[in-house]
């Protein structure tokens, strides 16, 4: 079964206009990490945030935020005022602790951001 | 310099022949990984090594067979490849534990299968 939901395959914007990507995670544990990586037309995967279980704060970084919700199971990211070298597929991934003991992630099937100037 | 690099960046070889892929990091990490990422982009872990031991072992096909000389690299051999081979291979590096560190990846290799 899917553990983790990226229910958009593809979103296209405008540059300057936010874009939310939807993160949909399924977990008994009670601990257990949250991540976002972004790919890149050129390939590389680049962390961009780490979340446990314990730490419901969003978090914003520049023109990212994130927005992890326990009732609903879901760790969305935003990108305020989109810019072209935004273009990426985004990978949203859980860690749980008590069924992984040496970080076998479950990584959602990524969302494709397309920018357009 | 680089954190995690892999080599060759792509690979173009016939089937039925034998390639490697080879993996270094320079982060002092204990810990290493290959994922494959298919057509699709999804990606999917084969293999993990913890200071030189094997910890995961994915259902692959034993015609791939990692090999870690020391914990700074972490090799992929696969034997008599196949068309369904094509894809890219990470390699990627943790601290422990990796779950609350996070992977860092290699930038990837990308295999053809002709």
């Known amino acids: 079964a899917q553990k983790v939901t990226q229910a958009q395959t593809e979103i296209s914007v405008v540059e300057k206009e936010d874009v939310t990507l939807d993160c949909v995670y399924e977990?008994?544990?009670?601990?257990?990490?949250l991540f976002w990586y972004k790919q890149p037309p050129s390939g590389e995967l680049v962390f961009l945030i780490r979340?446990?279980?314990?730490?419901?704060q969003n978090e914003i970084s520049g023109r990212y935020s994130w927005n992890f919700q326990k009732s609903t199971s879901s760790f969305n990211f935003t990108i305020t005022a989109s810019q072209v070298v935004d273009s990426a597929v985004y990978f949203c991934a859980l860690s749980e602790e008590a069924t992984d003991s040496w970080g076998k992630f479950q990584f959602g099937a990524g969302t494709q951001v397309v920018v357009t100037p | 310099d680089t954190a995690v690099s892999q080599t060759p960046k792509y690979l173009v070889t016939q089937m039925g022949n034998d390639k490697s892929i080879k993996c270094e990091q320079n982060l002092g990490h204990d810990t290493m990984y290959w994922y494959k990422q298919d057509s699709k982009k999804f990606l999917k872990i084969m293999f993990s090594?913890?200071?030189?031991?094997?910890?995961i072992n994915e259902t692959v096909p034993n015609r791939f067979s990692p090999k870690s000389p020391d914990k700074a690299h972490l090799n992929l051999h696969i034997n008599s490849l196949e068309l369904g081979d094509s894809a890219v291979y990470f390699c990627a590096s943790s601290r422990n534990p990796t779950r609350q560190y996070g992977y860092t990846f290699g930038s990837g290799t990308r295999l053809t299968v002709v």
């Open positions: 090594y913890n200071n030189k031991e094997l910890i």
């Open positions: 977990t008994r544990d009670t601990t257990y990490y």
């Open positions: 979340r446990n279980s314990f730490d419901e």
